[in-house]
């Protein structure tokens, strides 16, 4: 009876209708400056650990709720000064929060928070996607360049191996020469020069990349040289 209602449906409704939750595939990748937003993990375990990691930059901002704590999980939130609170838990730990992640492996508990969580809150669930409104991307990261990938759930796994052979395609001074063309484009943005000069300089250093800091100096001299700087 059931396979005779499914084979009316496409693939995403099969879906909605397994999982009783309505599916919106719409992400939109976005860079998150997340100081001053409370954000609460939910769940002591692996996946806990793994999101508390890409949090970190906003630390202060952060409360673990769990009764218990993986030991490499207890070491991080020791070394970072993260704040836990040792409970199971409660509306009252996450009806303030904007961004709540949920990492806990008991259901009840995931299902209570999905009910009972601020409609203007982000969260991230990490037993069923689909059930909230977040997805964290695995990412590159060198220095200021960060590349994100989402297979959008389809495979974190393929997401991994992606990630590998675009890093393994990255030159290693990939970092420093990210560094030099911040600085020479703020510098290139101060020259009393055309805006075309400007966009050929800004093209060239990207086109004719220089990986060597001595050549990047050399470059930085001979471009100050030959300009009139605005003050
Ligand atoms: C990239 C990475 C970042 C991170 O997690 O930090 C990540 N998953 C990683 C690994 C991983 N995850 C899982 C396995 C076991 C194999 C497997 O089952 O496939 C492995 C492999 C491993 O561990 O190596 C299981 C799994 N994953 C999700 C569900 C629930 C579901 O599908 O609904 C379940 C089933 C849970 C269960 O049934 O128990 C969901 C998500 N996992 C996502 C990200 C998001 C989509 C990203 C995308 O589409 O690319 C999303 C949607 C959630 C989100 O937004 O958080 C990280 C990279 C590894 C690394 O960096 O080491
Ligand atoms: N998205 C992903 O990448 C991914 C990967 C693997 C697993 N998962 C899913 O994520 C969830 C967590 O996985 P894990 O490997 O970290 O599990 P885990 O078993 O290692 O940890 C679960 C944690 O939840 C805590 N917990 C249990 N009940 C709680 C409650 N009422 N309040 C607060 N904390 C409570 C436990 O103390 C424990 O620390 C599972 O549902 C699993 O299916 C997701």
Redo the contacts with the bound molecule.
């Keep these: 009876m059931i396979f005779c209602q499914l084979a009316c449906l496409d693939s995403i409704s099969i879906l909605q209708y397994i999982l009783g939750v309505e599916i919106n595939m719409n992400y939109l990748p976005l860079f998150l400056n997340l100081q001053n937003k409370q954000i609460v993990i939910i769940g002591g375990g692996q996946?806990a650990e793994?999101?508390l990691i890409?949090l970190l930059p906003f630390k202060e901002n952060i409360t673990i709720v769990s009764p218990a704590l993986d030991k490499s999980l207890r070491q991080l939130i020791e070394l970072h000064n993260v704040y836990w609170l040792q409970t199971t838990c409660q509306q009252e730990h996450f009806k303030k929060a904007d961004l709540i992640v949920i990492a806990t492996n008991d259901p009840i508990t995931n299902q209570y928070v999905l009910e009972n969580a601020p409609t203007s809150a982000w969260i991230?669930a990490?037993?069923?996607?689909?059930a909230g409104n977040i997805?964290?991307?695995?990412t590159i990261q060198k220095g200021k360049l960060q590349i994100a990938?989402?297979?959008?759930?389809?495979?974190?796994?393929l997401?991994?191996k992606l990630k590998k052979s675009l890093e393994a395609e990255l030159p290693d001074q990939y970092e420093q020469y990210i560094d030099f063309l911040f600085e020479a484009r703020q510098l290139i943005k101060q020259l009393n020069i055309s805006v075309a000069t400007r966009k050929q300089l800004l093209h060239e250093i990207v086109e004719k990349p220089i990986y060597s800091k001595k050549d990047q100096q050399v470059w930085f001299e001979k471009l100050k040289k030959t300009n009139v700087m605005h003050d």
């Design positions: 996946v793994r999101r890409r991230n990490a037993h069923q996607a689909e997805h964290f991307p695995i990938i989402s297979t959008g759930g389809a495979s974190p796994i997401a991994k």
